[in-house]
C-alpha cells in the first residue's frame, strides 16, 4: 500500500504556487459559480460547493468575495453563464495530457488551447484519447513532519480512516479515496487532530511516464505551465514522472 507518486508530489509543489498568482481568484469564483448552477447555492447540500469555498478560503479569498459570487451565481445579482469541458491531448514523448475548462466562449477557448498545445510542442486530441489513463479520486496530503508524527502512524491512521490507498514518499504522506468516501475520510482524519496539507477531488494518472531527458522533461513542465496560466483552465492533469536528478538539473538551468 505503501509507495510513491512523483506526480502527485509535482501537481503539489504546483498548486502551492498557483496560490501566489492573482489568477486564481478568478478561476476559484468559476470554481463556484458551476458548483452554484449545477448543486445549489447551499454548501451545506451541496458537496462541489462546499469544496470549493474552501479552496477559495485557504487561497485567502475574502468572504465578502465568495458571498457576492454565490449569489451572482444563483441569480441574485447579474453574472455571466460558465460551460465546462475537457480537452484531451499529448505533450512531447507522449505524455498524456487532461485539461479542464470554464469558459463563456467555447470556440475562442478551443481554439487557444489548441495553441498552447502546438506551440509547446504537444498535440491537441480527440475526446477519449487520453482520459481513460485517469481516475477521479479524492486527493489528500498530510506532512508528517509539520505534525510531529512517523509517516508510517500517520499511514495507519489514514487506511483506519477509510483509505482505498495510501501512499508514503519522504515525510508526506498521499491519501487516496473514492470520489463518494472523500468527505467522510478528510473529516475522520481532521478528527484524528491531523493537519491536511491539501484536499481535494483530482485525476490520478493509473500509469506514469517516467521522463529521464531534461529537454523532454522541461518541454512538458512548460507545457502544463502555459496551459495552467490560461485564464480559462481550472485543473491541468498529467502522467509524466521527473526524476528529482532532473528536477534539480532543471533548476539550475533557468
Known sequence: MAGHSKWANIKHRKAKMDIQK???FTKLGKEIIVAVKTGGADPENNPRLKGAIQKAKSANMPNDNI????????GEVGGVDYEEATYEGYGPGGVAILVDIMTDNRNRTAGEIRYLFSKKGGSLGESGCVSWMFSTKGWITIDAQENKKDPEDIMLQAI????????VDDTTVEVICVPKNFEEVKEKLLREGLK???????????NTIKIEDPKIARQNLE???ALDDHDDVQSVY???????????ELEKMK
Open 196 to 206: 491536511l496539507d491539501a484536499a481535494e477531488i483530482t485525476k490520478i494518472p493509473q
Open 22 to 24: 492573482a489568477k486564481i
Open 238 to 248: 498529467a502522467n509524466y514522472e521527473i526524476p528529482d536528478s532532473i528536477m534539480a
Open 160 to 167: 483506519e480512516c477509510g483509505a482505498e490507498d495510501v501512499r
Open 223 to 225: 507545457l502544463v505551465d
Open 67 to 74: 458571498n457576492r459570487i454565490i449569489q451572482r451565481a444563483s
